[in-house]
């Protein structure tokens, strides 16, 4: 078989154990999509829009921490990769993607939809390059490949259209090994920090992605200094559930009280594997230590007193040693009273919470009174969809959310317990991903379950890649929390006393609209109906579509919601009130 630069690409693609390459089909990628078709064990998967195709490819190298592929031909097809492939750069995941080209001759003429790739990903891409002669190859894709591998992140390689069939002249196989190396701090920092440790009568720990690996560790550091473990919301995967004594949930808009009073009542903070962005939720007048791979992390969000750069588990490996084993001024044994007092908080909002999601909630006498003023229609509480959920999915689901209130939902009412895993746009925030990252896992495997939490707005934003999973019979479970909203907006609107204005959305019977296209739809009004509803989802062979009403006046409480927030939502609702009655007064 003669080594074109298209059949070198995808034998080279097959050899890293690439199993799917997401994409659209389109002149300039003729060539490696044919070569695609020839190839065993690697599958062409036709989206309807590249955007999908990169949330796709994402999906898959975040849950299985390997390469994933996309490909965009010439121009749009390229373009439309943008915002898929940043979601894979915020996420710090390797991911290569394949962009077409004009034809050689006429690059830099102005060509007929011509793009300077090279240019569009300057900002996205740890490697970019635009092949101009086959003997680049296999050197040119080693440097992307490892480039995505070793720096995690997004490696862009350029193609013109007339290159792919052209042979090359070398038979140099490609090559790509490459070992993930294992970093430690300085000693004298790790001492230093231990110290402060030792000096510390309540520590808390904020655990982020990066320490998922490391969970005995962290977990035995935490039974050390008696710290209970604040998590964010891409940690739920690894340390949420009975199995870990010391977790009290989240912290920031989507937390909980009982995580905000840990951090806000500790005097040292320890920061294991986090990036947590949102400043105002640091406490202020801590002794704070930061453990990270990226020395660029340390102290961009909050003063820190020791930073270690270094991999999780070796770093905590190497405190543990250094800890004393009976802390200075103690009897031998640590005070647990600090994590005990935010355990007890934490198993009290989380009562307070079951009672929320309970689907029989607003018919007590509580729920009567809250359901006349804010869910007179007696549409369906998402808390209830959420927990409902959670109790019926099999323990080794993948999940994935839109971003906006279904994240809401999930990080409050779905644990991520047994083999769980969960992936959303948590770095980018973008919209429409739930979808589409949903059917990149599911390409992964087909036996296991995968729940997308979908906002109708997401999901409308990329409806037709409904087609994709119906094409491809992936049996995807799509969870749609149909509000009418954009609900988050509305949120961030009424917290500053802003009426709701541009939030409403005109939805189809989504239901409907997914029995058109041969997915099976199911649709639920009726509280009393939404259990059985949701079995019925999950019983159902292939790709489901569970379309339910949600309330869209659900209001998700922050952790620390102020006295400003407190009248933003009075002001607010009153400005709704009265422009909803002068509506009704023009009739």
Known sequence: MARTVARVIV?????????????????????????IRTTENLEWVGCRHEEAAAFAASAQSQLSGTLGVCMGTVGPGSVHLLNGLYDAAKSHTPVLAIAGQVPLA????DYFQEVDNDALFSDVAVFR?????????????????????????????TVPGDLGERELT????????????????????VRRAAELLD????????????????REDVLALADRLAAPMVLTLKAKEGFEGDTNPFQVGQTGLIGNPAAASALQDADTLLLLGTDFPYRDWYPEGKTVIQVDTEAAHIGRRVPVDVGLVGDTGATVRDLLAHLAAEPPGTDGARDRSHLEKARERFEHW???QARLADPAHDKGLLGRMRSSLDNRTHDIRPEALAAVVDRLADDDAVFTSDTGMATVWLSRFVEMRGERQLIGSYNLGS???????????QCLDRERQVVAFCGDGGLSMLLGDLMTLKTHQLPVKLVVFDNRRLGMVKLEQEQVGLPEFGTVLDNPDFAAVATAMGIA???????????????????TPGPVLLDVLTNPDEIAVPAKPTVEQGWGFAVAKVKEIVRSHGDDSTL
């Open 11 to 35: 034998d080279a693609l097959s050899e890293l154990g690439v199993h799917q390459v997401f994409g659209v089909v389109g002149d300039a990628l003729n060539p490696l999509t044919d070569a």
């Open 106 to 109: 006429e690059l830099g003429t």
């Open 129 to 157: 390059a635009t092949i101009t002669s086959p003997d680049q190859l296999p050197q040119m894709l080693e440097t992307a490949v490892r480039h995505a591998l070793g720096r995690k992140g997004v490696a862009v390689l």
């Open 170 to 189: 070398s038979d140099r196989p490609a090559r790509f090994s490459l070992n993930a190396p294992l970093s430690r701090p300085e000693e004298s920092a």
């Open 199 to 214: 000096r510390s009568e309540r520590v808390t720990l904020l655990v982020g992605r990066g320490a998922r690996a490391a």
């Open 350 to 352: 989380r009562e307070g």
């Open 431 to 441: 919209m429409a991903n739930a979808m589409p990252q949903a059917l990149g896992a």
């Open 521 to 539: 739809g199911i649709r639920v009004t009726d509280p009393a109906d939404l259990e059985k509803a949701v079995r019925r989802a999950f019983d």
